[in-house]
């Protein structure tokens, strides 16, 4: 790119005419940083912009999947929150509600690996019997989180 | 020669006096306490008839007169057992035995009745037992009605069944099929045989009542004795069902052999000393704990007392510690079993010597003056050659009449054990510190042991402390005590005990310090000192602090011993020890509510904004199957779902595991079914789109 073969010249002359040139390369340097950051920030830009556009082709039903599991993610950061707020003490609880979003935001991304029509793994797998999966696994994950709720 | 001679007749000598000396009372009035104490009827009666009997008997002995009370109530109880047809022979004998004390009313036509039916089991019975309650019943009712006819016509023919059951040892068996034999039997059947005599109608062949008496001799040959000189029986074999100490057999032979006596006219040849040696048996027991034992001690010793064979006498001491300060008198008193008065005669005191040593008697033989009014032989003045001390007095009763010879029993010598006390004089007690090399005096105190005297003395490690003192008997001679100890006690409460040796009158002991230094830990200071003279004998023993010494010792050295730790106040050891609070572990700081309840909050708030993100995105029920029947199981599968939820839930609140899965299995099949159908019917729904 333009800003590294400029970087190398700048660096390349002899040290007697550093003084004239610190000046000259300070300037530079800066103006490169704000070049550099420019362009970054436009990539990622147009990266988001890209995944936005990708993502409103998925069809409903990955969407409420992927909502399922930002809403359960979601939970366990404020559990996270409140335990470095106020210490661990029911340790028990606090694992067992961590453990509980964490165990079905699991569940619900294997669901949606197998209900997504594009994975050719499960091309032969009905989604109904991926939906019975999940809801049994979750019943005995939570069924487990009661008991060890206390 | 006469050496020899000498010599064997001391072994003799000793070997005659080898019996150990002991005192033996007579019966007294503290038997009669606790006659009455023992014998205390409960609801105006003693329980069965044999027990009465014999509460009645031993007040009857002991002279206690019995309440009136009583009376009515065993007659009662008597006259209901000889009435009724159902008693055995063992109910009647003992009925008949309270009647024979009490005196009831009795009927003449129940007297009639049972003495047919006590000859009809004598002539039957083939049993001792049977023989003897018979045998016994029939002599009682004799005694107590005159009008009936109890006499055996074939004697001698029970005689003999009686006698086929004996062994020849003396001993008899229960009945001719057990094969065990019984000394109490034995005495049983000597009674039974004395009422056959008693109650034969005709002469009993002599020749029987000769082997008898064999009988009587073989039995006495297996009589069991004792140190004291006592003598008694004892079963060889144990009998599991009744057994018969050695008090009850000893009593059962007793009762038997002074029947059997008291209707022989010729003698039988029992030494006198065994039946002394009987009667000291019962009286060393004392005092017995419970009714049988003591209705035994003192029925055995009233059929002693009276005996056709020899009637012990006991010599007995009511004082056997006697004070020379005092001028105490020798009492002897001598007195048959029962305490009656003896027959006129003298006790003379033959030998004196001193215990546990073998020197020979300290007084000559002397005899007893006799006080007719207290009935007690006294010997007004100890000789002089009694000093104090633990001695054995040898006395020896002499009968006057020549007749009582024949009658009474004295038993040759007997020993009794004494102690003669008086005070013991001590003086010239001096204490004195003494320079170790030299000998000489340093300080010399004298001390006062009878009054208060405190003396304090001062010594190094190289000085001698010297105490002495002279003990003297009243009598002069010079006395050894049991115990001459003096102490030095630390401070710090260390002590140590030294005897005090002693060459004839002059007790001594040096301590030289030098050598006591190690004993002593090296502990410089104080010591009190404490002098210790005791005997039984002494009246004046002493245990006094005679002052102290201010001991200088010099320094311990590295590896010196220490001295004993202080011995702990069992007090603080033994004592309660300070109350425990248990320290509950301190809770766990928990965060205030309001933070809690606001992050409750916060948790939900996902939860809403994934509904809102669900409505965002455009969710619809527009799969919902439309027709009755999936549309009823897709509802059913949505209740079964949330009931699992509200099933957890109350598995959280209140229910344990079990229950929970109890229902969660009916629950979940339910699900599993409904959900099967309405995921099926979806499926097929969706397949049928993506053909079509």
């Not at chain 2, 039974?192 to 062949?205: F, Q, R, W």
Request: charged share 20%.
């Amino acid at each position: 790119m333009r800003s590294a073969s400029e970087h190398d010249k700048v660096e390349g002359f002899p040290v007697h005419f550093a003084l004239n040139l610190v000046l000259v390369s300070s300037e530079s340097r800066s103006k490169v940083l704000l070049a550099m950051a420019r362009s970054t920030s436009k990539d990622a830009q147009a990266l988001l912009h890209s995944f936005r556009s990708a993502y409103a082709a998925t069809p409903t039903n990955l969407k409420i999947i992927d909502l399922y599991v930002g809403f359960a993610v979601f939970t366990a950061l404020i559990q996270i929150a409140y335990i470095a707020i106020v210490g661990s003490f029911p340790f028990n609880a606090f694992l067992s509600g961590l453990l509980s979003c964490i165990g079905t935001a699991v569940l619900a991304v294997c669901l949606r690996i197998q209900v997504n029509r594009e994975n050719k793994e499960f091309k032969d797998l009905p989604p109904e019997r991926a939906f019975a999966d999940f809801v049994l696994c979750n019943l005995v994950l939570h069924l487990v989180i009661m008991n060890f709720l206390g | 020669m006469a050496r020899n001679l000498v010599g064997f007749l001391v072994l003799v000598l000793a070997i005659s006096i080898c019996e150990a000396a002991s005192i033996f009372q007579p019966i007294s009035e503290s038997h009669r306490s606790a006659a009455l104490e023992l014998f205390t009827p409960t609801d105006g009666s003693f329980g069965s008839l044999e027990e009465t009997y014999e509460a009645l008997r031993t007040f009857g002995i002991l002279g206690i007169q019995k309440k009136p009370h009583i009376g009515t109530g065993s007659c009662q109880s008597v006259s209901e057992t000889l009435g009724s047809s159902s008693s055995t022979t063992k109910d009647l004998f003992f009925a008949l035995k309270v009647n024979s004390i009490l005196e009831c009313k009795i009927d003449e036509a129940i007297f009639q009745e049972i003495t047919s039916r006590l000859k009809a089991v004598v002539n039957d019975g083939n049993s001792l037992l049977d023989f003897y309650y018979s045998i016994s019943s029939l002599a009682l009712i004799k005694d107590q009605n005159s009008k009936v006819d109890v006499l055996l016509g074939d004697a001698d023919g029970i005689f003999r069944s009686i006698k086929a059951l004996s062994q020849s040892d003396g001993r008899w068996r229960y009945s001719s099929s057990n094969p065990e034999s019984s000394t109490y039997a034995a005495g049983l059947a000597l009674e039974a045989l004395a009422g056959v005599m008693s109650l034969a109608s005709s002469e009993i062949d002599h020749s029987l009542i000769d082997t008898l008496k064999n009988d009587i001799v073989k039995l006495f040959d297996s009589i069991e004795k004792y140190d004291d000189g006592s003598f008694y029986f004892d079963e060889k074999l144990v009998d599991a069902r009744e057994h018969h100490g050695p008090l009850s057999t000893t009593s059962a032979v007793i009762r038997g052999l002074t029947a059997f006596a008291s209707l022989t006219s010729g003698t039988i040849t029992l030494s006198g000393n065994k039946i002394l040696g009987l009667a000291k048996f019962f009286l060393g027991i004392g005092i017995p704990g419970n009714s049988k034992d003591f209705f035994n001690q003192i029925d055995s010793l009233a059929c002693l007392e009276s005996n056709r064979i020899s009637v012990p006498l006991i010599l007995s001491l009511p004082a056997t510690v006697l004070s020379l300060t005092k001028k105490d008198q020798l009492k002897v008193k001598v007195n048959t079993v029962l305490g009656s008065s003896a027959p006129p005669l003298t006790v003379k005191l033959m030998q004196a010597f001193i215990s546990g040593s073998k020197d020979s008697s300290v007084i000559e033989s002397q005899e007893l003056g006799f006080d007719p009014e207290n009935a007690v032989h006294i010997l007004d003045v100890l000789p002089k050659s009694v000093d104090v001390g633990n001695y054995i007095f040898v006395f020896e009763i002499v009968l006057h009449d020549s007749v009582d010879k024949k009658i009474y029993t004295t038993g040759g010598q007997t020993q009794v054990p004494l102690f003669v006390t008086g005070v013991v004089k001590i003086d010239n007690a001096e204490i004195a510190v003494l320079d170790s090399d030299l000998g000489s005096i340093e300080t010399q105190k004298k001390i006062d042991l009878a009054g208060e005297t405190s003396v304090s003395l001062s010594a190094n490690h190289l000085q001698k402390l010297r105490l002495s003192f002279q003990l003297t008997t009243p009598r002069g001679k010079f006395f050894k005590p049991h115990q001459v100890f003096l102490k030095l006690r630390h401070e710090t409460e260390v002590e140590h005990i030294f005897v005090v040796g002693n060459s004839g009158k002059q007790f001594e002991i040096i301590l030289d310090f030098l050598g006591l230094v190690e004993k002593f830990f090296y502990l410089s200071g104080r010591y009190d000192i404490q002098l210790t003279v005791g005997d039984a004998v002494m009246e004046n023993s002493i245990l006094r602090a005679v002052g102290h010494v201010e001991l200088d010792l010099p320094e311990a050295p590295e590896k010196a011993p220490r001295p004993p730790a202080r011995p702990v106040d069992p007090y603080s050891r033994y004592g309660p020890k300070a109350e425990i609070t248990h320290i509950f572990r301190a809770p766990e700081k928990r965060p205030p509510k309001e933070l809690s309840l606001a992050f409750l909050g916060l948790t939900l708030l996902p939860f809403v904004g994934f509904f809102i993100g669900l409505l965002r995105i455009g969710v619809n029920l527009k799969n919902f199957p439309t027709l009755a029947v999936p549309a009823t199981f897709a509802i059913l599968f949505h209740l079964g779902i949330a009931a699992v939820i509200l099933l957890y839930v109350l598995f959280w609140l209140k229910w344990d595991l079990f229950t929970t899965l109890k229902t969660l299995g009916f629950l979940g099949a339910f699900l599993m079914f409904v959900g099967h159908r309405t995921l099926s019917h979806l499926a097929s729904t969706s397949a049928k789109l993506k053909s079509t």
